[in-house]
């Protein structure tokens, strides 16, 4: 494991009732400070490591490790962005955000200047009074990673947070969210189906094989993204090379 790994996995498995083995043998590290995506085909377990790592469901072999500790449930130290938003509809954008401030028994002030301010940071000071179902889906989402950041956790898990959106803000979120990590310095573990997202995004991509998961490759994209126009990016070398690189590995298990 890599010395600056926030993250360790040792050897995880996972196996269902029913027998359905999702993971087998993974280990790797996840370096502080960095984003790291976990990508495969359908059913390689990606997000069921996840949620293992998040301590929301137990490996069935194995361990996690978080900043020297090992991972028996959730903790401060990590914060879940759900695929699916998972507001509660009866709340204003406002409570929301201050929800996981709410639970560590933050004074209501306390928790709801933090969250206006976390709200002000993804764009939506307006629609601090509106209810989700008032939102749009790529509001409703920018409601959950503001939520995600009010914690102020070192580490934010994601769960395929912008599958629900169009292509147009789909980038324009990858472009904030990079935004938002040179800010604030967190570590993000990032589940995705889109290679070219993973390569945009990533500074270490982990590439599962097909259920069983376990770890096929390890790719460090080495993208300049310092101050460079998004498009740029696109067409750099070696953006497309990983690109390919991925595809053909992925392409086997098709």
């Keep these: 494991m890599s010395a600056d790994a926030i993250v360790e996995v040792k050897e995880v498995g996972k196996t269902y009732d029913g027998g359905v083995e ?8 996840l370096p502080r400070g960095r984003l790291s995506t976990l990508l495969g085909p359908s059913g390689c377990g990606k997000t069921t490591l996840l949620k293992i790592i998040a301590g929301l469901i137990p490996p069935s072999s194995g361990e996690v490790w978080v900043k020297g ?25 406002l409570r929301n955000v201050a929800f996981g401030l709410e639970l560590r028994g933050t004074p209501k002030e306390q928790r709801f200047e933090v969250a206006r301010k976390q709200i002000a940071e993804v764009g939506l000071s307006s629609f601090e009074s509106s209810y989700p179902h008032q939102l749009s889906g790529g509001m409703r989402q920018r409601v959950g990673l503001a939520r995600a950041l009010a914690v102020d956790a070192d580490i ?13 803000t789909r980038r324009k979120f990858q472009e904030e ?61 070696n953006y497309l090379d990983v690109v390919d690189e991925i595809w053909q590995i992925l392409k086997q298990y098709i």
């Design 22 to 29: 999702a993971l087998t043998g993974v280990s790797l590290g």
């Design 69 to 93: 500790k090992k991972v028996d449930g959730p903790g401060p130290e990590r914060a879940f962005v759900f695929q699916d938003f998972a507001l509660l509809p009866w709340a204003n954008v």
């Design 156 to 168: 934010i898990l994601m769960d395929e947070p912008f599958s629900s959106v169009d292509e147009q």
């Design 177 to 237: 969210l990079l935004e938002l990590l040179r800010h604030k310095q967190k570590t993000v573990i990032f589940v995705t189906h889109s290679i070219e997202e993973a390569a945009y995004l990533s500074d270490q991509i982990v590439l599962l094989s097909p259920r069983p998961g376990t770890v096929s490759k390890i790719i460090h994209p080495n993208i300049d993204r310092g101050g460079r126009d998004p498009d740029e990016i696109r067409r750099d070398k």
